[in-house]
């Protein structure tokens, strides 16, 4: 959750914003909620996956988009009335999914990346679109404490995302079902079969 919410925090999520968010993982997921925690009036979610989408509405996703790359960029730009998102939070970390968060982002807004980084930031495009970019990995204890009241008071419960539960004997099975997508997050129970 800190590091979904980082992203949204970092691209400076505000009330009444449209939002998009490339990736459905837990982070991607988790960046959805983020978003509608910090006022987004709109969340479009980039997903393929029908469970991952269902949970991404669940957590604020007003509209899905089930494609990648520029075909994904184009559809954020539709919904957009061809302005762009603005902000993007970037939760994969691959050259495709970096590329088309700062295609769906509108001139002048910033990009939140925390993925990964598997390739770089398109310099130019950004540079040309007055376009910023700002990420790394989540300071989350900075934000536990005030992320920790909403979730114990019921206001947000990102532990939709743990859709897989296993005893510690059974981790690797837990690792191949988010590896082959069976799974978004894996939880491990101690002394669970």
Known sequence: M???????????????????????????LCAVLAARRLGAERIIALSRHPGRQTIAREFGATDIVQTRGEEASQAVLELTGGIGADAVLECVGTEQSIATAFAAARPGSVVGIVGVPHGQPPF????????GWR??????RIYIPGLLGDVLDGTINPGLVFDYQTGLDHIADAYQAMDERRAIKSLIRIGAP
């Open 2 to 28: 800190s590091t979904g919410h980082h992203a949204a925090a970092v691209a400076g999520v505000k009330k009444g914003d449209t939002v998009a968010v490339a990736g459905d993982g837990a982070v991607g």
């Open 124 to 131: 130019a495009q950004a540079f040309f679109r007055n376009t």
């Open 135 to 140: 990420g790394g990995p989540a300071p989350a």
